[in-house]
């Protein structure tokens, strides 16, 4: 008899991660699966042929439905709401960001980026499912219509469709170690404190976007142009030397890409990423929703 534990749920946890955009409901979605094949009879189990397939097309489904409610749940959430980032095994302690042995190195650039999570929430939740289960988990669209409950055709439109989204987002990061020596000149120049060289880092037409998840000292509202996202970087700084807290920065692999991660005293951690196109920083994203950074919390930030 076909049993749960031949399902991979390391892979199962990465498409729903994929999908919903945090730890948390990628893990119920996949416990919800399995709550659905422990309540089969056992002669349902012993017709799937393969248990990771049906575990796949199942939690497909689940995250489909939750996508779709989604949005009505976070017309209600305090501020922007931005994907979670999840860390790398690389930590930097003079400024490069290394994954832990070559293979995972070599891997870094193919990984999927916090520019891309972030866009992906812009999708429809069939578009979103479409593109994630074919072009990042290889499925075939024959399998996806399983899950979407569409024709092949149809799914194979879905996923164009977001790619040409995708596209015209201009979602393309720049290579591994363009973007990290970005990343470097943007702690630099944060750290210098002095406005004109922080600027000097940023486009003309940069954007910031903080999910505080309600937490004090963040944008409610995206902060746009060079000057005012600098003056609202800075100030995290200022206020922070000013209640005597002192602000540890470092650069860390976050979603196979080097970002600081900011450590006060007193005070949870957040995650800085950044979006770089043509050797300036186009998108800055700021994560400081304690419920979104247990990965860094729980081993004590």
Not at 57 to 74: F, Q
Not at 144 to 171: F, T, Y
Not at 242 to 249: F, I, K, N, S, T
Not at 266 to 294: C, M, S, Y
């Amino acid at each position: 008899m076909p049993e749960a534990e031949d399902a991979d749920r390391g892979r199962l946890v990465a498409t729903a991660f994929r999908l919903l955009g945090t730890t948390a409901d990628a893990e119920d979605a996949v416990q919800e699966a399995f709550v659905r094949w422990f309540r089969m009879e056992r002669a349902e189990r012993d017709a799937v042929r393969n248990v990771d397939a049906w575990f796949t097309t199942v939690v497909g489904r689940i995250c489909l439905d939750v996508l779709g409610s989604a949005r009505a749940r976070r017309e209600q959430y305090v501020g922007e709401w931005l994907p979670e980032p999840r860390p790398g095994d690389g930590v930097v302690a003079t400024g490069s960001a290394r994954a832990s042995d070559p293979a995972e190195q070599a891997s870094v650039g193919d990984q999927v980026t916090t520019a891309l999570m972030v866009v992906l929430e812009a999708l429809t939740p069939a578009e979103r499912v479409a593109f994630v289960l074919h072009d990042l988990f290889g499925l075939s669209f024959v399998e996806i219509a399983e899950v979407v409950g569409r024709s092949p055709q149809a799914c194979r439109k879905l996923a164009s469709d977001a790619r040409r989204d995708l596209r015209e987002r201009k979602v393309r990061d720049a290579e591994p170690a363009e973007h990290e020596r970005v990343v470097t000149a943007f702690l630099v120049a944060a750290g210098s404190g002095r406005l004109d060289d922080l600027v000097a880092v940023l486009d003309p037409s940069v954007t910031l976007v903080t999910d505080g998840g309600g937490r004090a000292g963040m944008a409610r509202r995206p902060v746009r142009g060079a000057e005012r996202v600098a003056r609202f970087l800075l100030g995290i700084v200022q206020k922070a030397e000013r209640q005597g807290r002192e602000v540890l920065p470092s650069i860390e692999l976050v979603d196979g890409r080097a970002a600081i991660v900011l450590r006060e005293d007193g005070d949870d951690p957040f995650v800085i990423t950044l979006h770089v196109v043509r050797e300036v920083v186009q998108d800055v994203w700021i994560q400081a929703n304690p419920a979104k950074l247990r990965a860094w919390t729980a081993t004590g930030g």
